[in-house]
């Protein structure tokens, strides 16, 4: 059983900064792409950030220049560095991965259990 975990989220004033963690667990081969989503209430998921296996990082226009996503391999983790945070990115934060569980099996699609950012003074 794959499992991604999430942590990190909290309450921050305006101007300040976190970082979330997600790790995976369980037996798979490989992960592939790695990103980071966000839902704010009453509105649709959004894609936020993502990161290839080796590959460079892509993020919303919203977040460009604020956030960084970055991967430990090793550790199976990828991390999002949220700075200079805003109100509106006020939402519940997800994790994805695509993993393969076989060298050679086609990849999945994994969710971590969503931590919630707020952004308020």
């Known amino acids: 059983q794959v499992q991604l975990v999430e942590s990190g989220g909290g309450l921050v004033q305006p101007g300040g900064s976190l970082r979330l963690s997600c790790a995976a667990s369980g037996s798979f081969s490989r992960i592939n792409a790695m990103a980071w989503y966000r839902q704010a209430l009453g509105k649709q998921r959004e894609l936020v950030a993502t990161?290839?296996?080796?590959?460079?990082?892509n993020y919303s226009d919203s977040v460009k220049g604020r956030f960084t996503i970055f991967r430990d391999n090793a550790k199976n983790a990828v991390y999002l560095q949220m700075n200079s945070l805003k109100p509106e990115d006020t939402a519940v934060y997800y994790c994805n991965a695509k993993i393969a569980k076989t060298y050679v099996g086609p990849d999945y699609d994994y969710w971590g259990q969503g931590t919630q950012v707020t952004v308020s003074s």
């Open positions: 990161r290839p296996r080796g590959g460079s990082a």
